[in-house]
């Protein structure tokens, strides 16, 4: 199922005027007509050929002009890369600013019409289909950044999943901020409907993540294709990331990488913490040593884990975990002295 995909790399383009385009006028492109209406906070934007999704209504959608820049931007990287994509169109971008105009999330809406891939081709695809397909896209995508001089912090790959009775390949990976404002989450929402296939392309400022993720979360979550999404009586929350409550609050605290950072954590906080008290008591001393001794090495080893810390500027490393530290060296360095205490006791 490997293709060759004209890549939404979208620009992050700084806003003029902060009342420009607001979320509820109509846009035309290529004889198409996008309409939205709000309801609370979200705004429904109807897209061509089916494609309906929800927007916050404080995001700016991009001008003609503007979407002319960002797909002649995109068409130049593939060119220059050498990258042969199939035909696409883009009728559909929008943009979150913060208060500064600083670009915080992304958003765009691109067309494969002469796609010959379907939405039974997609619910037919084996593992090792979704596993070729991330491979070629990965290989393009960095074959492209390098283009451009950008590049690709991290690479999560592609899964199958259903989004309200639609089959999606979802893409997800990071790529360093065009401004150097730091990494963009970046999730690509790849439909395979005939000429209705499509991409759906949303990203943000990792930086940004616990308030924006849930927004991003929700919009994907949103996404609805006339003629599949009708026949769903119970529409799929988020089947494309299939988490327990529990590891979505750790990915919130820790990234996306939790269970990675935890094990680190783990053996900094455990394993450093414990090695002088091990090498002094098994290695170098090879003996007990005297209350005072052990109280006075513990506290300097505490003094410089918790420096350590500070200036690493670890955020996963409680006090309480690096005072169980210190009673476990201290029982290390202090192992079988009251052993060697008795026999001199009773001399």
Not at 12 to 30: M, N
Not at 209 to 229: F, N, T, W
Not at 276 to 299: D, E, G, N, Q, Y
Not at 315 to 344: E, F
Request: glycine share 8%; charged share 20%.
């Amino acid at each position: 199922m490997g293709m060759s995909e004209r890549k939404d790399c979208s620009m992050e383009t700084p806003r003029k005027r902060r009342s420009s385009l607001p979320l509820l006028a109509a846009a035309v492109f290529l004889g198409t007509s996008v309409t939205g209406w709000a309801t609370g906070n979200f705004t429904t934007v109807k897209l061509p050929k089916g494609v309906s999704i929800e927007l916050p209504r404080n995001w700016v959608v991009l001008s003609n002009n503007q979407r002319i820049t960002l797909d002649t931007f995109v068409e130049s990287g593939l060119d220059l890369s050498g990258i042969q994509a199939p035909p696409s169109e883009l009728p559909f971008a929008a943009n979150y600013y913060d208060d500064r105009g600083r670009t915080l999330a992304i958003l765009n809406v691109r067309y494969y019409p002469e796609l010959g891939l379907s939405q039974a081709d997609a619910r037919g695809a084996t593992s090792q289909d979704v596993k070729e397909l991330d491979s070629a896209l990965k290989q393009n995508m960095l074959k492209e950044m390098k283009t451009r001089g950008m590049s690709i912090t991290s690479w999560s790959g592609t899964n199958k999943g259903e989004i309200n009775g639609i089959i999606a390949f979802v893409t997800d990976y990071r790529r360093a901020s065009l401004r150097g404002a730091g990494d963009f989450r970046v999730r690509l929402v790849r439909v395979f409907a005939g000429d209705e296939s499509f991409t759906l392309t949303v990203s943000y400022l990792e930086s940004a993540s616990i308030v924006l993720r849930p927004i991003a979360d929700r919009i994907i979550s949103s996404l609805q294709l006339a003629g599949l999404s009708a026949s769903i009586t119970a529409p799929s929350a988020a089947p494309i990331s299939k988490r327990s409550g529990i590891s979505s609050v750790m990915s919130d605290l820790y990234g996306e990488q939790w269970v990675f950072v935890l094990i680190i954590s783990f053996f900094w906080t455990w394993g450093l913490g414990l090695a002088p008290a091990v090498l002094i008591r098994f290695v170098f001393m090879r003996r007990p040593i005297t209350k005072v001794s052990a109280i006075v090495t513990v506290a300097l080893w505490w003094a410089v884990m918790v420096v350590l810390g500070s200036a690493l500027e670890s955020q996963n490393k409680p006090r309480t975990a690096l005072a169980l530290v210190a009673l476990a060296s201290y029982a290390i360095l202090r192992k079988g002295g009251k052993r060697l205490a008795g026999p001199a006791q009773t001399a």
